[in-house]
Every structure is written in structure tokens, then in C-alpha cells.
């Protein structure tokens, strides 16, 4: 089938897609070239831009960063988020309860939730340390948010825990399982935890795939934790792309600076997200369906 | 079971469409309302970080009600509050890059960055600078707001910085006396500390401004108030030495100064948690009840050394108002009325005495009016007249690329990344 | 084994769920209570607190505003998704490219595009509007939206288009009445992927808007520390305020909203 009125639905959604992906990246393009406060005229550099970039080492902090972060989506939240969607789904009381329960925070506000951990991670008066001294741990406790080797961990720490929104993912792929499998595996001896493993995992396979790309998606473009947890600091070393861009722009009128570093982000998300569409792929490839 | 769920569906997109016409409905009402009721009146919007639970907000409020009053039914001035300083500030600066300039807004005014004057969007003011409204500042105030030849800020706000301490505090580490020199201000310190009070409050996160009012008076101490003059490198001996007392100065202070920001370190001193802090008479309105009473203001140590005058302060840079240029000059004329009854005799004794700031117009206050302001405000008036000469903190001139690198760096050299002396070298490399 | 699991989620409650209930008594709390004693109840419930959040900020608007954003970029999002997606059911020339273009932005991390967004919402004339943030929220997950509901319009059986042509109906006659009917399960899996984003965003929100008439609630909350610095409990009760909103709404939709955002993934 083909028509010409087929193109009147496509318009629209092109239109939206050179106003905002082939516009802005020809835009970030140029402006990476430039030195430009904002304000006063643009001034051609050339590449000085990303020469500047690559001596930074806020820059290289900022890319390790996200790197951290993308790993931490991949290898942390998103079993967690397995391992959650595996306790509920074996249907203990009020399943359906603890599931609304659990995607809540996903919610109410992600910036909320970054204020509430600054306080929960706060070093006099955060729940974290005090419950360190009232256990006797009180050696334990630390500045978790301001201590440099560990604050860009501790940034993460609330988007590794609310993991609701990738376990509802993975609760519906289960219940598409068929039941026979499990009453196979019963009549075999199975226990619970030998069916999870060998059932209800390989079978959520695709699930794990979309989980692993949201959450490299939304890793790379992580911006309110950072910023209101750490503001990237001390001494940037919780720092990521999203902030040092902002940054850049906002704070330090590097227009140019800003645009070079925007660029290196999309570069090294097309990388991530090519590299995680690759072995998707390939690890589907390798099991003969 | 399907049909249900389309059901479900439709109904809850019906839904969604009815609110969506209701909030648009709701917003072109009130827009398409405000301009019938009146063709004439003119809407001025006022960029302020001032909010109305501070006492700086509520004195700007009831200036600008007082002159809404006065002018109704010709200008309205609406104030949009944005309380975090440093972003508004920002916000500014992008607004003026998009050409969307506000109608009404202060700023820090830093001779380094001339950024927004230079943009050409800024209302120049020089002719409706008639003798009346000069006489309301100082020939060398209105001079340093000048540039290219061009009036296009308007001096409100010069405040200087003094220490803060808890008198309670003190006394509970046996100290009798503010210290005048920084030897017995460490020792000071580490009685405090033995005591088990945190001596001081500190930040480094945004403009790092309560550490950066330490270096800045430690800078000075050392090399005298003109260590920071423009065009002069910082990498000096002194500065050096004063990043060093800095870092120093960083081992009495509390556990989340690092990376904290203005919040966290002036609610450590607010809730008695550290005994002393370096900050602006905008502090005063903050300060509890409770707490107000055991709260005095002194002048900096110095080294003795006469380097510097004792008394001296360091100050916050100017923080002049400014007017986006406008198509319209019945606009124009109103934001300038409104800025010449800001500075009017009149709003100085509101924005002084209920807001506590000290102004740059020209006032004389009765002795009966100070005592009324309260004892802090009082002493804190006293002690920042009696200043022999003073010196803008360092932030305040830095240039933006510098000024968004000095929190890293600070940490950086609390955390042992950086020498004081790489410090104060990267902080002159990022300032060129 | 059946306690381990039990032993599992509660733990995990408790990590996850404790903080929310510290903010809470935390916002019953004079200042310097909180510093004393962060864990024991409040000596005296400070309802005050909620009175001070209440007379000076108007949250309900912000709410408004924040509802307004996520259902205007969610229908703008889900729309032109689904045209699209429709018009990807037929074959014409280059599809493959097409595709390619409207969905390669899944790949890039949009928030690089601060600077050219701030410029063209500035020149479309919607800076500081709400409709200006909301275009950019649909913009940005559009890529995204077509994913989801394409996907889910391909398992659509084709004979059935088919037979609407053979009926008479035209192109705009079987979208209307053969393939939107039945297309409701993946758009709403989009509409509620594309609200949660867009309730919870901050960088465009607090870079396209200014003044406080179009202030949103994560804007709002990200500004109450600063607004109420000397004053911690009160920006806690600020944030309590701000979120109980959204939990009501959740906890009344939320089986609508958890089955909503997969029916379209399922097939």
C-alpha cells in the first residue's frame, strides 16, 4: 500500500525532529568552534575548544563519572531491580501493595528525593551516621557526600535504591511466563530460588535489555543528583557531563566550552548506546531461538 | 476486558484534555483581563533574590507597595522572587544573552566582568541623572558604576562584612574577647575546639562566599587593601601565605563546609552550632529571638603588623540596581521613577531600618532610629562606619571562568590536590 | 527460605522508605531540635511550620503548572508519535531512512542541547511560557514515544487495514476508525512514560522559565532550601506539601498507571 497522504502523518513528527535533534546538533556543531560568552559577538577558534577540554581535568572527571554512573545503572540498579521483581513476583502477601509502594518514589520528584538524601548522607545530621553511632559504628561514619573519594558514590546511592520503575518492567515481562513451566519444575523438586534462576531469568531476557538501555539513557543525561546532592564537588570529583555542561554555560559564560563539551556527550552517548544495542543484540544471536 | 480498558482510556484522556482547556482558558482570562482593565498602567517586573520571609524581602515589598500605591492605575511593579543569589544572578546573564532583559534587576557589580554593561541592553541612565537624584549618592560611587561613559547602573548597595560571634559560645571556652590580632584568633579557635564548639563556618560550594570573606580579610591582613587591585597578578607572596591560613582556618570549621553552600554554612551559625562567621548585615534578620541576644559583630584581626589599619573590612562589591532598554519609553520613564523612589530618602529609611541594609544613598539616622533598628544592626552600623579603609572581597572581581573554577580549587587544596601555592597559581591562570 | 525473602523487602522498606518518614518528623521540628536530636519525635509537633510554607508560597499553582507541562508535552509526544507510527504502517520510499531519522535521538543525551533549546525556544517566542517547556519535554522524548508506539502498532495485524480499504474507508478513515481504537494500549504506555519525565525534570524547567507564574514544583522545591536556609524544617514541610499531591493522585491511579505503562510493551 502506498500513498501520497501517508506523508501528511509523517510530517509533523519531522518537523519536531529537525526543531529539536538536526538543528540543535548542526548548532552545537558550530558553536563548539566558537569563543562566545553569550553576550558579546562569537569569535572563531577552531578547535581550541576541545584542546581545552582534553586538559581539564574536571572534563576527564566528568566523563569517568558518567561512565561510573552508566555502570552503576547497568551492574546495580538494574539487579536490584531483578532481584526486587523476583521477591514479588513469587506473590507474597500484598504484593500489589508493596509494588505501588515501591515504584512511589519514582514518582513524587526526583529532586525531593535528592534533597532528602543530601540530609539522609549529611554528615552531623544525616540519618546515615547517627545510626552508625547508635549501633557503636560511630568509626564509620563519614562525610559521605563531601569526601572525594567516595561523593560521587554516594550521589548515586538514592537512584540505585529506587529501582521501581525497572522492576514494574520486569514484573510484566514474568507475568507473560507461562505457568506450566513452574508446575514442570515443581513436580521436578524444584525449589523457589532454582526456578528463579533457571525459569523466570532467562525468560526476562528482554526486559533486561530494555532496562539496561533506559537506564544508560537516563544515566547519561543524570543531572539533579549531581547537582543537588554534590553540585559536583568538592573538588568536582562527583562531577558529570550533564553538570559540566550546565556549568559552562550558566556559571562560567563558556558558551563555546559548554557546545564542545555537549558534543563530546553525544559522541560518547552514541558510543554507550551503540555498545549496549551491540551486545543486546549479540547475546540474543548467540542463543538460537 | 478490552473494551473496558479503551473505555478506561478514552474517558481518561477526556479528562486530561478538559484540564488542559481549563488552565489555558484560566491563563488567557487573567492575561486578556489585566490589559482591558486598564490600557494605561504600565508592568514593570522586578528581578529580586529577596524573599519575603527575609527582612531585606519584606522592606523591598513594602517599598514597592508604597510606590504602587502612589502610582495606581499608571504603574505596577511586580516583584518576582528567585532566592538563590548566585542562579539569579546567572539567570540574568542568560536572560540578557536571549534578549529577554528584565524590566528591573540587581546584580554584583565586578569591574572584571563587564559583561552586561558591554551587551548594549542595559538602559543607560546618565540623563535622567538630574541634580536631584545625584545628590542622593557619591560622586565616586556613581563614577565606579560608569562605563564606556555610560550611567547604566545605579548604586544601591556597598555592604561590608564583619565577624559574627556568639558571645555564649565564647564565654563557654572562656574567652572574654573578640581577638584583634590572628595570632589570638587560631588560639581562639583552638579553645573553642578544645571546648568542643566549632569555631567558624565556612563554604565552598557557589561563590565559596563565607570562606572567601576569611581569605579576603587574611589576604588584606597580609598585604594591605590594595592585594587585589586590577591589573595586579595574585600570585603574590601574600596571597599565598593567606591561602595558607585559609587552609588552616578550614581545620575549625564543621564537617559539611566542604561542598556546602550559603544555606548550610550560615544555618551552622544560626542554630549556635559554630561560634563565628564572616558575612553581611543581611544575616542579622535571620538570627532567632533565642539567639539574638548573645549575638556581637566585630571588626577583623589584623597582624599587628600595620600592613593594614585595625578596623579595617572587606566589603561586598557594589550591588547596583539596572533597567533593561526598553521599545517603550512610557516603560522606560516608569522603571526609572521607580528606581529614583527607590533611592528616595524615604525607601532608604525602609530598606535600612526594616531591612537592614546598609545603603550607598545618603542617609542620616537619629540616634533614637538606630537604637530602634536593634543592638546588632546598631553595633554593626557603628563598626562599618568607623572602617579606616576596606577592600572588595576577591570573588567579587574574579572573572566568570575563574569564579565557577574556585570551589574545585579550594577543595582541591583542603583535600591536598593543590599546594596554596598551585592554588593561588591555577586561580590566577583561569583568571586571565 | 520463605522468611529470607520476607527478610529481603523489608530491609529493602526500610532503606528505601525510612528517609520519607525522618522527613516527615523531621518537618514537626524547631531548628535547633533538629540538630540536637535528628531521630527522637518532636518535643512539640510544630505545626507553625506548615502554616509559614503555606501563607507564603503558592504550591498549588506550581502544581498546576507542573500538571499543565506534563499533559501538554504528553499529548503533543503521544500524538505526532502515533501519526508517525501510522504512517510507518504503510511502505513508501527510503522508510528505513525516515525511521532512522526521527528515531536516532533515543541515542543522544539531550541535555547537551542546553544552549541551542534555550535559543529556539527564546525565538519561537515561548520563553518563560509553560507551553515553551512543554515543547521541548515532547521534542525530547518524541524519539522514544515513536519506539513504544510503533512497536506496538507493528504487532497490529495488517490484514485489518486492509480490509478497511477494501471497505472504502480512505487513509484518514482507517487511522480514525480501525487503527486508533486499537492502538490505545501503547499510547498510554507512552503518555505515562512521557509524564513521569516530565514531572520530574528540572534543567529545562528551571532553564526556560523565570518568573514565579511559571515556576514548577521541582523548581519550587529545588528554591526552598534557599528560601527557608535558616529554617530547615520548614523546607522539609515545603517538600512534604509539595509531594503529598502527586502520592495522592498515585495512590488512586496507581493500578491504572503500573498496568498502563506496560500494556503496550506486552505482546
Known amino acids: 500500500m502506498t500513498s501520497r497522504q501517508i506523508y501528511l502523518y509523517l510530517v509533523p513528527a519531522l518537523l519536531f525532529t529537525v526543531v529539536f535533534f538536526i538543528f540543535p546538533l548542526a548548532y552545537v556543531l558550530f558553536v563548539s568552534l566558537q569563543e562566545w560568552d553569550g553576550l558579546s559577538g562569537m569569535n572563531f577558534v577552531g578547535l581550541d575548544n576541545f584542546r581545552y577540554l582534553f586538559e581539564d581535568a574536571a572534563f576527564k572527571t566528568a566523563m569517568v563519572n558518567t561512565m561510573y554512573w552508566i555502570l552503576a545503572g547497568t551492574l546495580l540498579h538494574t539487579p536490584l531491580g531483578l532481584l526486587l521483581a523476583l521477591l514479588l513476583f513469587s506473590k507474597p502477601k500484598g504484593w500489589k501493595w508493596l509494588r505501588t509502594l515501591f515504584f512511589l518514589p519514582n514518582v513524587i520528584s526526583t529532586t525531593a528525593l535528592a534533597f532528602l538524601w543530601y540530609f ?162 549479540l547475546s540474543e544471536r548467540r542463543r538460537p531461538r | 476486558m478490552k473494551k473496558k480498558w479503551i473505555g478506561g482510556a478514552v474517558s481518561l484522556l477526556l479528562v486530561l484534555c478538559l484540564v488542559i482547556s481549563g488552565c489555558s482558558s484560566k491563563n488567557s482570562e487573567t492575561a486578556g483581563g489585566e490589559a482591558a482593565s486598564d490600557e494605561k498602567q504600565v508592568d514593570l517586573t522586578l528581578l529580586s533574590s529577596w524573599s519575603t520571609d527575609t527582612e531585606r524581602g519584606k522592606a523591598l515589598q513594602t517599598v514597592v507597595e508604597n510606590f504602587n500605591k502612589k502610582n495606581e492605575n499608571k504603574i505596577k511593579v511586580n516583584v518576582d522572587i528567585n532566592p538563590d543569589w548566585p542562579a539569579l544572578q546567572q539567570k540574568v546573564k542568560t536572560m540578557i544573552a536571549a534578549g529577554q532583559t528584565p524590566d528591573i534587576f540587581n546584580y554584583n557589580f565586578n569591574p572584571n ?3 552586561r554593561q558591554k551587551s548594549g541592553k542595559l538602559l543607560n541612565l546618565t540623563e535622567y ?35 559574627y560571634y556568639n558571645k555564649d559560645l565564647f564565654a563557654k571556652a572562656g574567652i572574654e574577647a573578640f581577638p584583634t590580632t590572628w595570632d589570638e584568633f587560631f588560639d581562639v579557635c583552638e579553645k573553642l575546639k578544645d571546648a568542643g564548639i566549632t569555631p567558624i563556618s565556612l563554604m565552598t560550594a557557589d561563590d565559596a562566599w563565607h570562606a572567601t570573606n576569611a581569605f579576603s580579610y587574611l589576604a588584606a591582613s597580609l598585604g594591605g587593601t590594595s592585594v587585589f587591585d586590577a591589573g595586579k597578578s595574585l600570585d ?165 571562568a575563574a569564579a565557577s573554577k574556585l570551589p574545585a580549587l579550594i577543595e582541591g587544596m583542603m583535600f591536598d590536590r593543590y599546594t596554596p601555592e598551585q592554588f593561588v597559581k591555577q586561580l590566577q591562570a583561569a583568571n586571565q | 527460605m520463605k522468611v529470607l525473602r520476607w527478610i529481603c523487602i523489608l530491609l529493602f522498606m526500610m532503606v528505601t522508605l525510612v528517609p520519607f518518614v525522618w522527613l516527615i518528623l523531621s518537618s514537626f521540628k524547631t531548628n535547633q531540635e533538629l540538630f540536637s536530636a535528628p531521630f527522637a519525635l518532636p518535643d512539640k509537633w510544630m505545626i507553625e511550620n506548615y502554616e509559614k510554607v503555606l501563607t507564603s508560597h503558592p504550591i498549588p499553582h506550581y502544581f498546576l503548572n507542573s500538571t499543565f507541562i506534563a499533559i501538554v508535552s504528553t499529548l503533543i509526544g503521544v500524538v505526532l508519535a502515533t501519526l508517525v507510527s501510522y504512517a510507518f504502517m504503510y511502505s513508501f520510499k527510503f522508510k528505513a531512512g525516515w525511521l532512522l531519522i526521527i528515531t536516532f535521538g533515543i541515542f543522544i543525551p ?39 508506539v510503533k512497536t506496538y502498532m507493528d504487532s497490529i495485524q495488517k ?109
Not at chain 2, 536631584?132 to 544601591?156: C, H, N, Y
Not at chain 2, 550560615?266 to 529571638?289: C, K, Q, R, V, Y
Not at chain 3, 530547615?232 to 493522585?249: C, E, L, Q, S
Open chain 2, 236 to 400: 603574590t607572596p601574600e596571597v599565598v601565605k593567606a591561602a595558607e591560613y585559609m587552609k588552616k582556618l578550614f581545620g575549625y570549621t564543621t564537617a559539611d563546609a566542604l561542598g556546602g553552600n550559603y544555606s548550610v554554612s550560615s544555618n551552622n551559625f544560626l542554630t549556635g552550632s559554630t561560634a563565628m562567621i564572616i558575612d553581611g548585615p543581611w544575616l542579622i534578620g535571620s538570627i532567632s529571638e533565642e539567639l539574638s541576644p548573645s549575638i556581637a559583630v566585630a571588626a577583623s584581626p589584623t597582624f599587628g603588623d600595620g600592613k593594614v589599619q585595625p578596623g579595617f573590612t572587606v566589603t561586598d562589591t557594589y550591588t547596583p540596581w539596572s533597567l533593561g532598554k526598553t521599545n517603550s519609553k512610557e516603560k522606560e520613564e516608569a522603571a526609572v521613577d521607580f528606581l529614583k523612589y527607590m533611592t528616595s530618602e524615604e525607601s532608604s529609611k525602609i530598606f535600612t531600618l526594616e531591612g537592614s541594609i546598609l545603603l550607598s544613598t545618603k542617609l542620616t539616622l537619629t540616634e533614637e532610629e538606630t537604637t530602634q533598628a536593634g543592638p546588632i544592626l546598631g553595633e554593626y552600623i557603628k563598626t562599618n562606619s568607623e572602617a579606616p579603609e576596606s577592600i572588595v572581597n576577591l570573588v567579587r572581581n574574579l572573572k566568570p
Open chain 2, 129 to 163: 541623572m538630574d541634580d536631584a537624584w545625584k545628590s542622593r549618592f557619591t560622586e565616586q560611587d556613581l563614577q565606579a558604576m560608569t562605563v564606556d561613559g555610560e550611567l547604566t547602573s545605579i548604586p544601591f548597595e556597598k555592604a561590608g562584612i564583619l565577624f
Open chain 3, 110 to 148: 539531550t541535555n547537551a542541547f542546553i544552549v541551542p533549546y534555550y535559543f529556539i525556544v527564546n525565538w519561537l517566542g515561548f520563553y518563560d511560557t509553560l507551553f515553551g517547556v512543554a515543547l521541548v519535554y515532547a521534542g525530547v522524548s518524541l524519539p522514544l514515544c515513536i519506539l513504544i
Open chain 1, 120 to 281: 539522609v548522607l549529611h554528615v552531623s545530621l544525616g540519618l546515615v551516621n547517627n545510626s552508625l553511632k547508635g549501633v557503636g559504628l560511630e568509626s564509620w561514619a563519614r562525610p559521605w557526600l563531601s569526601d572525594p573519594s567516595m561523593s560521587v558514590f554516594a550521589s548515586m546511592i538514592p537512584f540505585v535504591l529506587y529501582i521501581g520503575f525497572t522492576m514494574v518492567i520486569f514484573l510484566t515481562q514474568m507475568s507473560t511466563i507461562s505457568q506450566e513451566f513452574y508446575e514442570a519444575a515443581e513436580i521436578d523438586g524444584a525449589t523457589r530460588a532454582q526456578m528463579d534462576w533457571h525459569i523466570t531469568v532467562p525468560l526476562v531476557k528482554s526486559a533486561i535489555g530494555i532496562n539496561i538501555i533506559f537506564n544508560t539513557a537516563y544515566c547519561l543525561r543524570m543531572f539533579e543528583y549531581p547537582l543537588l546532592m554534590t553540585g559536583g564537588g568538592p573538588a568536582d570529583s562527583s562531577i558529570n557531563m550533564s553538570l559540566f555542561i550546565y556549568r559552562e554555560m550558566i556559571s562560567a559564560n563558556r558558551y563555546g566550552i559548554s557546545m564542545a563539551a555537549g558534543l563530546m556527550t553525544i559522541v560518547m552517548g552514541t558510543i554507550m548506546m551503540g555498545i549496549v544495542f551491540g551486545s543486546l543484540r
Open chain 2, 113 to 115: 566582568d563587564l559583561s
Open chain 3, 159 to 267: 490484514e485489518l487495514l486492509e480490509a478497511s480499504f477494501i471497505d472504502g474507508a480512505g487513509v484518514h478513515r482507517s487511522f480514525i476508525s480501525v487503527i486508533l481504537p486499537i492502538s490505545y494500549p501503547g499510547m498510554t504506555t507512552a503518555s505515562i512514560f512521557l509524564i513521569i519525565t516530565a514531572w520530574n525534570e528540572l534543567l529545562f524547567a528551571s532553564l526556560l522559565t523565570q518568573s514565579e507564574g511559571t515556576r514548577t514544583l521541582q523548581v519550587a522545591i529545588r528554591f526552598f532550601l534557599s528560601t527557608f536556609s535558616a529554617n530547615y524544617p520548614v523546607a522539609f514541610a515545603a517538600m512534604v506539601i509539595a509531594v503529598i499531591p502527586t502520592i495522592v493522585i498515585y495512590s488512586l491511579l496507581s493500578e491504572k498507571i503500573i498496568s498502563g505503562l506496560t500494556a503496550g510493551a506486552v505482546k
